[in-house]
């Protein structure tokens, strides 16, 4: 069905990708709250939220290259890497979102060394979820114009309610997410979540601001072909990832593979989610957890993944059964198309 509607300048346009019904997810989040087991509004309340700083970030992810936004903030996060200046912002934009909103009761994020308890009154210590994020995850490509993201993940609190939150609700299996999704800032700017119920993708019309269900009930197909790995590490990868680029890059059958490689994990996530494929990115010898954080970019991804029907795993065990120790801890990733995912298990093990 096709939809009039003015655009910035006036005109009418027709929206006609809206997806099913032209429901909007301010809507889908109000429909779907009934099928959350938990479901007290809370959870839809804080998703509502996250819907808004990304329309934020959107906004100022727009901006870079017009205004002095882009390069280095001077800074170095926990992990010893260049703050990007949009990376403070969109740090600030969500975590000044989840605040304000007084929905949560702590929040972690790649940009911040320590989690941050949000207990400032009674009231507050009532929320019973805390949010880990990754706010512009992908920054060292802004610079070039290349798509970024934000990735995000829920749980509710193990520590008892009206107390501060610490560590320990933090360091949770990711088997125990309640939430999780991401936003990718590309050639449009979408919103992909998960309550444990299926995975759901949603267009942002920047006419006139609103996320539309474009893309229900999404599904990683059963296999694929295309690997996306940094292949520049390669002499460093163990031996079985190596056997697995090679078996990629072989011709048999629907071989050899399309490599693609963003270097922005969720464009790169969402590219092969949809067209089917598998990223790695395997520990090495130069890095022996690999690069990627478990908490706030690992566990929501392979929440989403199982979700979709993909499998995610570090090379040994499921990543939603990893047990984490630390706020930052790096891990192995490989994600995908499950049937590539089970290939490359066959040649770790070998
Ligand atoms: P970031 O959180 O510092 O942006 O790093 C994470 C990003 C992922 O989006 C991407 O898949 C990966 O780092 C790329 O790393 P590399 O340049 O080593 O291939
Ligand atoms: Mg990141």
Known sequence: MFHKIPDICGKQIALSVLGNRNTTLGEFIIENQGSFQYSSGELSKLINAIRLAAKVVNHEVNKAGLVDIIGRAGDTNIQGEDQQKLDVLANEKFIQTLRNREI?????????????????NDEQHRNKYVVLIDPLDGSSNIDVNVSVGTIFSI???VTPVGTPVTLEDFLQPGRNQVAAGY???????????????GVNGFTLNPAIGTFYLSHPNMEFPETGSIYSVNEGNYVHFLQGVKDYIKY??????????????????VSDFHRNMIKGGIYMYPKSSVSTNGKLRLLYECNPMAFIAEQAKGLATDGNIRILDVQPTELHQRVPFFCGSP????????????
């Open 183 to 197: 936003v990718v800032y590309g050639t449009s700017t979408m919103l992909v979540y998960t309550t444990g119920d």
């Open 104 to 120: 949560v009761c702590g929040i972690a994020s790649e940009e911040e060394d320590d989690f941050i308890s949000i207990n400032s």
């Open 155 to 157: 749980y509710r609190r």
């Open 248 to 265: 990629c890059q072989q011709e048999d059958g629907d071989r050899p593979y399309t490599s693609r490689y963003i270097g922005s994990l």
């Open 339 to 350: 049937k590539m995912v089970q290939k490359l298990q066959e040649f770790l093990e070998n």
